[in-house]
């Protein structure tokens, strides 16, 4: 019966975020997902919940190169993208400069990583990556089969090793913080569920606290926002406002499905490095 109900809730709010992005995005820009998804610790694991809004049905299938992939090793994922009927899918639109972007997440939010698997032909992507320590790791690919919209395709991680632990999600108490030689203060015109909203970065230099103008494009834009709610449930990319933009403000807009504690990682790129702002939130 929960089950049940669940599914119910679940393909409601794929509705919901599907017809709240066609009305204020004609290029897909941005992302949302409810899924369930099970917890697959040996490969293989599939969930078949996309972002299916243009009617290309598709499925990602998951593969790791250990069947116990430990922390501090390389492990290969293979991600095959089929149809429905499980026949490849072998054309995608490039989005954002990559055919697919895929976003690693620890079970507690306090590790992030955003790599870009290689297409090896009929939908076969492949990259591989070191998991920084033991634990669940939740991915998340983000690709868009040619013709169709923005799908995500998630699935789960059990990286083996013995220093397993998770830290709590606490909202930040300041939204300024210092990364990488950057300040970076987060502000948002009204923050609040179930509204599209602007999410503003303004970043100063830290040594010399002078605004920063030189950010470069980052996958051809002036950063890349990724959002997920503490439960990992709610899944937003989003994209700038303005693409050209160099700062000291970067400006980005998205609408949080539903009110709680959300994860935001903000990308951006300076001096050919790119460095990653998070922030936690609680939306009223
Ligand atoms: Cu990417």
């Known amino acids: 019966m929960r089950r049940i109900l669940l599914t119910t809730l679940a393909a409601m709010l794929v509705l919901g975020a599907a017809s709240g992005c066609a ?22 694991h599939e969930d078949s919940h996309g972002d299916e809004e243009a009617g290309v049905q598709t499925k990602a299938g998951w593969t790791f190169s250990s069947t116990a992939p430990a922390a501090g090793s390389k492990t290969g994922i293979t991600i095959q993208v089929t149809d429905e009927a499980g026949k490849p899918v072998t054309k995608f639109d490039i989005n954002h400069e990559k055919e697919m972007h895929l976003i690693v997440v620890s079970k507690d ?21 070191v998991f920084p320590s033991a634990g669940e790791y939740k991915l998340i690919a983000d690709y868009m089969p040619a013709g169709g919209g923005a799908v995500s395709q998630s ?9 397993a632990k998770e830290a709590a999600i606490e909202p930040d108490r300041t939204l300024t913080k210092t990364v990488d030689g950057v300040t970076a203060t987060l502000s948002f015109g009204h923050l609040m569920a179930d509204m599209e909203l602007d999410l503003k970065f303004q970043l100063t230099d830290a040594k010399t606290k002078q605004p920063i103008t030189d950010l470069e494009p980052y996958l051809g834009a002036v950063g890349h926002v990724v959002i997920l709610s503490a439960d990992t449930e709610q899944y937003l990319h989003v994209h700038p406002v303005d693409e050209k933009a160099q700062g000291p403000e970067a400006a980005f807009k998205t609408t949080f499905p539903k009110s709680g504690l959300y994860k935001i990682w903000g990308q951006f790129q300076r001096g050919g490095q790119t460095f990653v702002v998070p922030f936690t939130v609680n939306v009223p």
């Open 155 to 163: 699935s789960w991680v059990t990286i083996a090793g013995d220093d």
């Open 23 to 44: 009305k204020k995005s004609e290029n897909h820009d941005e992302t949302a997902m409810t899924e369930e998804s099970g917890h697959g610790a040996h490969g293989g």
């Open 109 to 129: 939010l306090s590790t992030f990583n955003h790599i870009h698997p290689e297409h090896k032909g009929d939908g076969k992507f492949e990259v591989s990556t």
